[in-house]
């Protein structure tokens, strides 16, 4: 058991120590990870030949985005067998083999669970849809007639089943009916699909829109003007009751890691769901510094978040669950644009930025999520004409949006340039070859980022001052840093508009962390007395009358 803690390095408060709350997770695309048999499309084997890379970069737990039969309107986020795997990704025997050459290396693997809602094509809405009487009807969400409320991929949340006239609700996709958890034999299925999995020794799951599993049992109309407001959907009154009943049956039976992805968490209701004592989820990850992506971004992308906007989400959350619960913390993942095409700068100062914010993701309070790619500085890539893009969310918003008139052909494409989920879906860049080595077929499923032929993985394992080869350090530092991963955070210049810089402390060690983030020199109070530099992208720092000055894009780790 670790102490908590104070500013003036007095242990407060027990913390307990897990092994999930040591680990950096790094999330697999699937689709877009590595093909190993010519048909453009990544799979289980693409992901088996590349375990050494992710064991040489050093971390600890691989997250796939599912991997399971599906009709792929959303990418495997529409399950049609929770105990099959894709075709295009190859066969259980193929993950039999990629879970034991990963835990071969000391790497865990965690699946998807994506249990809001199913596939239509699943055996269970097949059988649902055919009468009122059927034994599998309530597993889904009928109605006679539909409330107000809209899909987040555009258009009514209900869908009219022709069999027996009534809507069936569908937060997603109309081929992504919701399930009803309501319904104790769904919960039984489920639970006993996640029994299959942990017991073939899979290391937990991630929870595909967690909060989102119990409805308003009124399926009130939203007031006007609420739409996008995703406190609607998330929190229901039975969340929680549903949670622990999953812990309790299955979760509390293995020593695995849970992270709920927490679309509608505010950071005041975090710690129902991950709380110490909750007996809930390991971890959630907030949505509050996401890319907003709802259909009306793609007329108009919001505003991009200030430095100080930034961080003060970070403090908060910190405040709310660093001690008493714990959280996910990410930039990007496969639903927001690369992050270094957020808040890298023009791209002048790329490298030296891609590490700066690897240094504030490695170095915050939570487990760390590292999208594939990001180790190596992948960029948004450019989409020339709507037709390239392959995301259901953008071709759904096109057609409401430009087909009906309402927004310029131009001004959608330079917003979904911003906003699309596509960009972080292209394939990995392994090589300058062609496809950038992510296939040896003569097509891919998604365009390649031509810029593929000067950022690779291939150039950057051979240099020393490489993207991937920086996180690969700051992986080892962060692991051998006890105040990196259990030390209270304090942001220290929460208002300067261009600078973060914080402390983490931990049984009387701190350890601060100075970024710039902008792409000009910046002098700031080094507020350390006799600072030893622990590890930066610069070589050398530059202190002058106690007085440190970042070069842009500069990221120092300073100890005592
Ligand atoms: C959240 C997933 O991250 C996203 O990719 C997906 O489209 C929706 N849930 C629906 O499953």
């Not at 008493?324 to 808040?343: A, T």
């Not at 100062?349 to 992948?378: F, N």
Request: proline share 5%; with cysteine.
């Amino acid at each position: 058991m670790a102490l908590k803690t104070s500013k003036d390095g007095t242990d407060l408060v027990a913390t307990p120590q897990h092994w999930w709350k040591e680990a950096v997770i790094y999330q697999i695309y699937p689709r877009s990870f590595k093909d190993s048999n010519a048909d453009g499309i990544g799979d289980l084997r693409g992901i088996i030949s590349k375990l050494d890379y992710l064991q040489l970069l050093g971390v600890d737990v691989l997250w796939l985005s599912p991997i399971f039969a599906s009709p792929n309107t959303d990418n495997g986020y529409d399950i049609s067998d929770y105990q099959a795997i894709m075709t295009e990704f190859g066969s259980m025997a193929d993950f039999d083999e990629l879970l034991a050459e990963a835990h071969g290396r000391g790497l865990k693997v965690i699946l998807d669970l994506v249990v809001n809602h199913s596939s239509d094509e699943h055996r269970w809405f097949e059988e649902a849809r055919k009468s009122t009487q059927n034994p599998y009807r309530d597993y889904y969400i009928w109605r006679d007639e539909p409330n107000n409320w809209q899909s987040f991929f555009s258009g009514s949340a209900w869908e009219l089943s022709a069999e027996t006239e009534q809507y069936y609700l569908h937060l997603f996709a109309k081929k992504q009916p919701d399930l009803n958890w309501e319904s104790p034999a769904l919960r039984q299925e489920i639970y006993t699909m996640m029994h299959f999995w942990l017991g073939k020794g899979v290391d937990g799951f991630r929870m595909d829109v967690i909060p989102f599993l119990s409805k308003d049992p009124l399926f009130p109309d939203y007031p006007p003007g609420r739409f996008g407001d995703l406190i609607i959907h998330a929190n229901g009154p039975r969340i929680h009751e549903f949670l622990q009943e999953m812990n309790h049956q299955v979760l509390a039976h293995y020593d695995c890691l849970t992270v709920g992805e927490g679309f509608g968490v505010a950071a005041h209701q975090a710690n129902l769901y991950v709380g110490h004592n909750r007996q809930e989820l390991n971890m959630i990850y907030h949505f509050d510094h996401a890319v907003p992506r709802e259909e009306a971004c793609f007329g108009q992308p919001a505003p991009e978040f200030t430095l100080p906007e930034l961080k003060t989400i970070f403090a908060r959350w910190d405040a709310a669950v660093g001690h008493s619960g714990w959280q996910n913390i990410y930039f990007g993942n496969h639903d927001n644009p690369r992050v270094l095409s957020r808040f890298g700068g023009s791209g002048s100062h790329r490298v030296a930025a891609a590490k700066m914010l690897a240094t504030v993701l490695l170095t915050q309070r939570g487990t760390p999520s590292i999208y594939q790619g990001d180790e190596l500085g992948m960029t948004n890539c450019g989409f020339e004409n709507v037709g390239e893009f392959d995301d259901i969310q953008v071709k759904n918003a096109y057609k409401v949006l430009v087909m009906s008139g309402s927004v310029r052909e131009v001004d959608f494409l330079k917003a979904a340039n911003q906003i699309a989920r596509d960009h972080a879906r292209t394939p990995m860049q392994w090589s300058a070859l062609a496809h950038a080595g992510f296939t040896d077929g003569h097509q891919t499923w998604l365009k390649v980022n031509p810029n593929h032929a000067t950022l690779n993985a291939e150039d950057q394992l051979s240099d020393p001052d490489s993207v991937f080869n920086y996180y690969r350090q700051l992986l080892q530092i962060r692991r051998k840093t006890p105040a990196l991963i259990y030390g209270t955070y304090q942001d220290l210049l929460p208002q300067h508009p261009q600078v973060w810089a914080y402390v983490r402390q931990y049984e009387g060690r701190s350890v601060w962390v100075f970024c710039n983030f902008a792409e000009t020199e910046i002098a700031v109070d080094l507020l350390v007395d006799n600072p030893k530099v622990i590890f930066g992208n610069k070589a050398g720092t530059d202190v002058k009358n106690n007085k440190l000055i970042l070069s842009p894009f500069e990221a120092q780790i300073f100890g005592q």
